[in-house]
């Protein structure tokens, strides 16, 4: 029976937790004891071994009660006793039965009640106080063999124990946080996400891992041994075996697109060869070689079906193999029709001709039949439709189909990416001293002159001079120091001194990109149509007819020039024919009476690149040094006086230009859409970043940018 009263649970708390026979002494250490068992007991908590230990209780404080040990003896029978007990109390009592080690969280806070009509199992007595928890938004985890009572919501960061079997978890008890990891044959991960999430308590997770195609699940261990039930039946394979048709009349390849359009528009697809088809969806792959057809479909009644069509549809044609009049049209979706055509003819026209037999290897494809064969075959190209006119036998006709099937692959395209990059810099510096005088008088007839003078033009001292006379004065450019000399009231220069140090840097950057098919030459040229004369006549005798002066002119292309032919290798590798040319007019020649200078640096190599490596192929490292010297022999090597009598000028230039060039190589169709798009989006970002500042004055406040992409519409196959 159950405890009679509240005072008996209090003279229980007060027993000893050891079970000895020492009276009750009054001590601070047993006053906190007998404190945090209150909490507890107050409700009247009670555990024995046999239900006849509940009634030995009294109302008095008394020595040791033989009702309250340390625990029960392994194996027995307990019974619970608890109501508005608080966790912590509650929990720690229970460890001590259960000889775990219990520790409660800061955070789990209340009271709980959990009553035992009769004596239970420790397992489930267990149990029920993991569902009191539960039930209170609480849990227990374990973790290195420590026992926490945690909130809900923190369990799955907590926990230790971990599950990697198919199969539910064993030795949990049923409230206890688990982490279960299962491994799907069959179903996909991500499709069981979405059917398990609303069976999982929401503070719980569920994730998926495509790469071994597992499910991760942190639950209640009962929960968890549910959900192993529910992805054992969900986890079978739907798809049948694979079924192999053999076809005695049709051609594989044109029947399978055939038949899945017949079985479902919606549903059907055909996997590439040698991908399954996750979906379990209708496939149907032809195989040219056997001339068969390879079947796999999400149950038996439709594959039945296949097979049904596949039998309708395989019925000999109206005429005979031997007849020349089997016109086949075969419409390419990559290969180009007139090559692709001339390719098959020189493949029949190069096969052996078997006197006698009854399906010949070939003869030439627009030649009449060879003697001794009975048929022959031919391959025209319509390239309008881009398609082949094939007229064949069945058996060498299966065979032009298989060769069709290889040539019209989609052909993989190579993305060059080409960086000209060229860093110059040029200094220059000039000094000189110039004067020039007389001596005498006005009126002698004899007199002296005496002077230096360097350089033509702005630097000259005479020139300067005599511009002076005429009014006209232009200098060089630089700092210019002269001295005037008055003579019969008309200034003459008579002395000048010249400095000018100069300095220049340039940086060049230029990336031109080409996209290109595999084994296509491509080119792009970017810069100038710049015209170059290259004759003229001009009559001058005008008394003997009109003059008709004319000039012949060749325009050339001056700037930047990229021509690539790539080649894709099994393995990977991209070898490239490249020819590059930077080119431009010269600035000083534009006006130049025999036509103006182009500068030019041509680079023409093959090359062996890595898919996505960089290369460099080729560069110039220039550094050119000038230097002139003008002087007065003897005086201008006098120390300090000597600048006197000199001018001196130097200069210095150096240039780096590196090529570089990279090649991506792009298989599919997707691919292609990731770097249209990339580039698409960077130069929009550019054209945004470059709108003009708001301005009310003049009210042209935006610039043209690109529209924003939108997702494109799925592609019915």
């Known amino acids: 029976m159950r405890t009679p009263d509240l005072s008996s649970a209090r003279t229980a708390a007060r027993a000893s937790t050891r079970g000895t026979a020492a009276p009750y002494r009054a001590t601070p250490a047993s006053l906190a004891l007998g404190h945090w068992l209150s909490s507890a007991v107050l409700a009247g908590l009670a555990f024995a071994a046999t239900p006849s230990a509940w009634g030995q209780a009294t109302s008095a404080v008394a020595p040791a009660s033989p009702s309250f040990n340390a625990a029960p003896k392994p194996g027995e029978p307990v019974a619970l006793n608890f109501t508005n007990a608080e966790i912590e109390a509650v929990a720690r009592t229970i460890g001590l039965m259960s000889g775990m080690n219990v520790v409660v969280d800061p955070r789990v806070k209340g009271t709980i009640t959990l009553v035992t009509e009769k004596p239970v199992s420790r397992n489930v007595a267990m149990a029920q106080f993991l569902t009191a928890l539960r039930l209170q938004g609480f849990t227990m985890v374990e973790s290195a063999g420590l026992f926490k009572v945690v909130p809900e919501a923190d369990a799955k960061l907590q926990t230790s124990a971990v599950e990697t079997s198919d199969s539910a978890p064993k030795g949990a008890a049923g409230g206890q946080i688990v982490t279960q990891i299962f491994r799907l044959n069959f179903e996909s991960a991500g499709n069981l996400v979405a059917v398990l999430r609303p069976l999982i308590s929401p503070n719980n997770t569920i994730n998926a891992n495509p790469g071994n195609n597992s499910l991760v699940i942190t639950d209640y261990a009962d929960n968890l041994r549910r959900i192993a039930r529910i992805i054992a039946a969900m986890d079978v394979s739907n798809a049948t075996e694979v079924e192999v048709l053999e076809l005695k009349n049709a ?148 065979q032009l189909r298989e060769v069709i099937e290889r040539l019209d692959a989609r052909r993989a395209q190579v993305f060059v990416e080409s960086l000209i990059a060229e860093v110059s810099a040029d200094r220059a510096a000039e000094f000189g001293v110039q004067w020039q005088g007389a001596a005498g008088n006005a009126g002698d007839s004899v007199i002296g002159l005496l002077g230096t003078n360097f350089g033509t033009g702005g630097k000259n001292i005479i020139s300067l001079a005599t511009g002076a006379a005429a009014g006209t004065v232009a200098p060089a450019a630089g700092l210019n120091i002269g001295a005037a000399k008055q003579t019969n009231g008309v200034y003459v220069l008579g002395a000048l001194a010249r400095f000018l140090e100069s300095s220049g840097a340039g940086n060049v950057l230029s990336t031109p990109n080409l996209l290109t098919l595999d084994n296509e030459e491509a080119k792009i040229v970017i810069g100038q149509n710049v015209p170059f004369i290259t004759g003229q006549f001009t009559n001058t005798n005008a008394g003997n007819g009109a003059v008709n002066p004319f000039q012949t002119i060749e325009r050339k292309d001056v700037g930047l020039t990229l021509k690539v032919k790539p080649q894709i290798s099994e393995n990977g590798t991209v070898k490239l024919t490249i020819f590059q040319e930077v080119s431009s007019v010269q600035a000083s020649t534009i006006n130049a009476a025999n036509g103006p200078t182009t500068n030019k640096r041509t680079i023409e190599s093959n090359v062996l690149v890595d898919d996505g490596s960089v290369v460099v192929l080729g560069g110039l490292l220039q550094d050119e040094y000038t230097g002139s010297n003008d002087k007065v022999p003897g005086l201008a090597d006098v120390p300090f006086f000597g600048n006197l009598f000199k001018s001196e000028a130097r200069g210095r230039k150096k240039t780096n230009l590196m090529v570089f060039l990279r090649p991506v190589v792009v298989r599919d169709a997707a691919a292609t859409d990731r770097l249209s798009v990339d580039r698409y989006e960077q130069m929009r970002l550019g054209m945004k970043d470059a709108q003009p500042v708001p301005s009310e004055v003049v009210p042209v406040n935006e610039a043209a940018t690109l529209p924003e992409l939108t997702a494109k519409p799925a592609v019915k196959k």
Request: proline share 9%; hydrophobic share 40%; net charge positive.
């Open 251 to 398: 051609i594989a390849v044109d029947l399978a697109p055939l038949v899945l359009k017949l079985i479902d528009t919606s549903g059907a697809s055909s996997a590439p060869s040698g991908i399954p088809d996750a979906g379990f969806k209708t496939t149907v792959i032809a195989e040219p070689r056997s001339n068969t057809l390879i079947v796999r479909a999400a149950n038996p009644a439709r594959v039945a079906l296949v097979k049904s069509l596949v039998e309708k549809l395989d019925q000999p044609s109206s005429k005979s193999n031997g007849e020349l009049g089997n016109l086949r049209v075969v419409y390419l979706k990559n290969a180009d029709a007139t090559k692709l055509a001339a390719t098959l003819r020189a493949a029949l026209s190069g096969t052996a001709v078997n006197p006698g037999a009854g399906a010949p290897a070939g003869t030439p494809g627009n030649a009449p039949a060879t003697p001794g064969a009975t048929s022959g075959g031919q391959v025209q190209a319509d390239t309008a439709t881009n398609s082949l006119i094939i007229t064949a036998p069945d058996p060498q006709y299966r």
